[in-house]
């Protein structure tokens, strides 16, 4: 170990290294390759974090892992691997999220410095918030593909992770899903909303059938349709997708009937809908053409999964899907439900195959297994090189924290291809400000929040702006003049959920003040009145998007792969971040 | 792109390799799944060349090395098991080298180069050798020159490190974006509405390579050269005179001799640049006080370059370097720069 032979380092960091207690938060490509180099650079005492199990498909890149490991905790793999390396080292490995309430600021603040290898926002966010809470720096870093970046941050020093706007997470409206898709995503997205509906918590945002409160079939609503399923059922309430599946027993004929041919013709009598539209066709199960439109598939130089299945494989698939999903979920204790998992091989061909019978009805081109899964999946495609980058210059500005070199800890970018100077690996000319009008590290924290107050409630308040938006983990919100609106404890507040905003009394320009303990982080939200459009987002927060005028840096915000889709999403690589690509900055860079 | 692969990825690779498949395409791994590799010495830098391409899945890594495990190899040898020491350097690394990928195959090889003839090394079609002297990297390089072997060779040193590549006449494929302002026509102001459209081509591309000896004896009197010097970042120097340290004591810096060492390394970094003619504080003193020992997050970043530079030769996707890469740690720069063409 680097430290313990006398001469290696100068006498300040090899001290350093001998006495500091350091923690790793995520142990997938980076986090593996981040304690190789702690463990042979000589740290005594370090501490890993990662809620995940290992996947066959890590085994390209975390080398901690080895076949005999899938389905084991990472963290825990890992630390057994590094302490291989060094068996005198002291590591604790903790198979948790590390946004669980066991890890408050009290935690945080044993470490001299905390290294972020993770792979979503979410918890991004609230490790930042965690050590400027603990006023820990903590050296932020991630990989998409041959890119990459390392960041200090370090209270009132540098920007922190929030302080600039990341491009937003791709929503799609839900009117486009379920009633006028037009490109393979939305067929995607609709797909994964089914398996839940069927297989899956349920969640009404996720309706898949047709969605007669579309403005743009206003005048129609679909009323002769409506009228046929009343007197097919006896009955004017419309059941849910998931009780009429289980009385069907969840046969795939009679799903495909309804999924493929009634809710499409229920959609065609929404004529509106289709004025300028090309209108859906209904399919008949059993009367499925057997090729591919437009599509010639060449045999071998492509993968298994790289075909395009005929809409006739499609229903094959979707039929035997949907069989062993049903039965593996009659295996489940009652009121479990299944969780969509790309790796899952019933759930992905699940998803592929309605996602391509859906856009054979609508005349959208149809994509292969392999890249649905990308796409359903959020896949950032991950190689061991630039995670052994990234993680080594990780460990490099670890080193200048612990001499308190904070100076030498400009943010540092690799390179997909060198720039005009043939740099590829490219240092910032010096540290970034913070944004003072930040509204997670500035002094004063408060956003504005557009939205509709006479249709939003309380539960999308918490889950999409609070949660979602805002990243906090366990929210309290009360009201100027101190009425609770939402509780962090456990059922204080349920029967506000399903109250609007303006039923709680909230209007234009009140103001909120929402707190979370765990976060030790408070935050005004002033509301601002804005009616709800058909393709318009739910909300839209202001807040710290401007950078001060005349900071060096001007952000491009990358085009690519965006973060967690729009729903119940498993981001899967550990070292990236599902956001990567578009946290990756391009800036002009000095060398 | 040349003669297309043939071999087939069976399901199991599929399922191994699929993030990197989803990055570089089912061509170029299958191009990996034939290249064979040399790798000469296995400390932390060899060590982390060596783990980079197999678990990119190339079909044979050798490891050789005829040295012994010492303590040094503890500050990033993560192949070598603690228990190791004092057994050969390669063979101690065999077994959690083949871990890390069993689909590879890998064999030890515990002989000098300087007893190998010639002809072992038309075997491979990647050599990367590293803890060489002067004279063996440019036997090599001469070997492969004559073989039409991709070489590459470098080192890492406390937290400096080098590679260079001589892969004579490389031909890649490249994704180039060309990215256009389109202005739409309509009042609003232009910040809003300028749009960028970016298209990506395929197209084909070649590097030549010159041999290391041209890369080494450059001249830096000469007009192009000299002018080359105003802005150059100093590492080349530094490499100069590390190569000569360990050329003239036969062996790298040591720790248990740091003072002494630093103190040679200056003067060899003093008579070079005496003898090129450049002023004497062109190399900064700070950037020879980190040379000792193959420091892991180094071996990381030159180890992760080197692999990625490897698998962009074999798969012939994307420019290679050309033709030296240096990691400076006093910027945190890593850069490549053409020399001796």
Redesign the interface.
Known sequence: ??AS??????NDLQQAINSSKVFVVGAGGIGC?IL??LV??GFNDIEIIDLDTID??N???Q?LF??QHVGKSKAEVARESAL????TVNIKAYHDSTMSADYGVNFFKRFAVVMNALDNRMARNHVNRMCLAADVPLIESGTA??EGQVELIKKQLTQCYECLPKAPQKTYPGCTIRNTPSEPIHCIVWSKHLFNQLFGENDPDMDVSPDTADPDAAGDAGMAALKGEANDQGNVTRVTTREWAVKSNYDPEKLFRKLFHDDIKYLLSMGNLWKNRTPPKPLVFGEVPDAVAGCSNET???????KIWSVAECVEIFSSSCRNLYSQQQRLDLGDNLVWDKDDKDAMDFVASCANIRAYIFGIPQKSR?DIK?MAGN?I?????????V???????A?YVLRGQLE?C?S?YLRN??NH???????EACLVEPNSKCYVCSPKHEVQLCVDVQSLTVKELEEQILKKGLHMVAPDVITATGTVILSSEEGETTDNYPKTLSQMGVVNGSILKADDFLQNYELNIVIVQRCLTRDGPLFEIIGSETAKPGSPEKLQPE?GQTDDDDDVVHVI?GESTSNATSSIRKRKLE? | MGE?ASV??T?DE???????????G?ESQKRLRKARVLVIGAR?FGA?VC??II???VKSVTIMDHGVVD??D???Q?LV??SEIGKNRAEASLERAQ????MVEITADKEKIDDKPDSFFGNFDVVCATECTTAQFLHLDNVCRENNIKFFCGDVY??FGYIFLDLQIQEFMEEVTTITNTHEPTGEPLAKKRKTE?TVQNTKGTETYVPLQDALDVDWTSESYAKRLKRMDPSYFVMKALLKFCDKKGRKP?????EKDIESLKEFVKEELTKQKIREDFVPELLL??V??E???????M???T??EI?KTVSQK??P?NNI?F?N?L???????CFGV
């Open positions: 170990m680097a032979i006398a001469g290696v380092f100068e390759e190789k180099n042979m650079s066959v498909s085994l390209n890149r080398f080895h076949k291989s390396f060094n068996p593909g041959y071998d130089a492509v993968l298994k999964d790289q392999f990308s896949i495609p991950a190689i061991a090189t630039s995670n052994a980058i993680a080594g210059l990780v460990v490099l500005k080193f030498n400009q540092v291809k060198p100077k043939n740099v590829q690996i490219v240092p085009n690589d060398t | 297309m087939d990825i399901e599929a399922q191994l390799y699929d993030r990197q498949i989803r990055l570089w089912l932390g982390e783990k980079n678990l990119a899945g303590e040094q503890f500050c990033s993560f098991p603690r871990e890390l990928n069993p406390g937290f970016k040591s720790p248990s001799e740091r006080k980190d000792f020992a420091i892991s997050p180094v071996c990381a970043i180890g992760g370059i692999a990625q698998i994307e420019r370097h890469f990691f740690p910027k945190c720069i890593g850069y490549s720069a």
